[in-house]
């Protein structure tokens, strides 16, 4: 599981990821709104935590352009325990609030339930068109015959579904998947991305897996054929 952490205190910050990291997340964390933004949209992750009182924009507007694109999940930090600031962070799109100072398994424990109930699309069985993921027993069917797939391809499987119909980077795949960046001259999503569509495509008339040249790739029912 991968968070961004989004917090312009320099101890604050080394401290969440610390423990975060101690907790078995994998943690980034950005020093303000911008660069937090930046990473929240143009990368994958599962949950935000999102420092209200930012230099430049604010959490507020960081939330509000977060879910303009995105429903990643997104735990607000606040020093202002105020009705009126709890209700605004939920009016727009925050999923939940704790105020500072918080203890640390207070959060954990914030961050875990939230990441249960996880993003809308992120339930236990996806269908797509015919084909099935099952992300409890970690099993893929199409057309109802069982596809057996390496860890590795079912991560990659599972992100191009939850994200279905959102054309993804190599850059942003990489990260996910294999947790690291990678040069951009290297090859390992693209071989990745082929031994994926051979086993889910190949042999059916509707591709689900599409290349969009130059962008990165999509899963997507509704797509010609690239
Ligand atoms: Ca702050």
Redesign the pocket.
């Known amino acids: 599981m991968r968070l961004l952490v989004i ?3 320099k101890k604050a910050g080394e401290y969440l990821k610390k423990g975060l990291e101690e907790s078995g997340f994998t943690v980034d964390v950005a020093a303000n709104g911008i660069d937090g933004l930046h990473h929240a949209l143009e990368e994958a992750y599962d949950l935000v935590v999102l ?1 209200v ?2 230099p430049g924009i604010d959490g507020w507007e960081v939330l509000r352009r977060i879910r303009a694109k995105k429903d990643t999940p997104v735990l607000l930090l606040t020093a202002i325990d105020e009705l009126e600031e709890r209700v605004r962070g939920l009016e727009l799109g925050g999923d939940d609030y704790l105020v500072k100072p918080f203890a640390f398994v207070e959060l954990l424990a914030r961050i875990r339930t939230l990441l249960r109930r996880g993003p809308p699309r992120d339930i236990e069985h996806v269908h797509i068109g015919d084909l099935e993921i099952d992300a409890v027993r970690r099993r893929v069917r199409r057309s109802g015959q069982r596809i057996d797939l390496t860890p590795k391809e079912f991560a990659l499987l599972q992100l191009l579904a939850r994200r279905r119909g959102e054309v993804l980077s190599r850059t942003q795949i990489a990260s996910y998947v294999w947790d690291m960046n990678f040069d951009s001259d290297t090859n390992v999503v693209e071989v990745a991305i082929r031994r994926l569509r051979a086993k889910i495509d190949d042999g059916h008339d509707l591709k689900l897996i599409h290349t969009v040249r130059g962008m990165g790739y999509v899963l997507d029912e509704d797509r010609e054929a690239g």
């Open positions: 917090e312009d205190e420092d009182m930012l």
